[in-house]
Nanobody, 111 residues
Framework: QVQLVESGGGLVQPGGSLRLSCAAS????????IHWYRQAPGKERELVAT?????AVADSVKGRFTASRDVTLNTAYLEMNNLQPEDTAVYYC???????WGQGTQVTVAS
């Protein structure tokens, strides 16, 4: 079955860190572009990172977030440091060529 499953979200204090995982099954992650998106309440979905050999992050998170992948584990990652309340959102990974999305993982940044 072709699917993406996110994990690693949670509640963290401002300044804290989290690492999100996106486990792929049914296909090889090395062969496809993977996106990380986030959607905060009442806001549009925002592209946060792109992974495909190269790794790129949005300007809004540059210097704090890092995207990567482990092809042996068939998993993509989003390392998030110095988290701030405005980073609170549901984070999704996706494979855009097939409009494949994971179920999302909630990240809440609050003191």
């Amino acid at each position: 079955q072709v699917q993406l499953v996110e994990s690693g979200g949670g509640l963290v204090q401002p300044g804290g860190s989290l690492r999100l995982s996106c486990a792929a099954s049914g296909f090889r992650i090395r062969e496809y572009l993977i996106h990380w998106y986030r959607q905060a309440p009442g806001k549009e979905r925002e592209l946060v990172a792109t992974i495909f050999g190269y790794n790129a992050v949005a300007d809004s998170v540059k210097g704090r977030f890092t995207a990567s992948r482990d092809v042996t584990l068939n998993t993509a990652y989003l390392e998030m440091n110095n988290l701030q309340p405005e980073d609170t959102a549901v984070y999704y990974c996706s494979r855009p060529d097939s409009n494949l999305w994971g179920q999302g993982t909630q990240v809440t940044v609050a003191s």
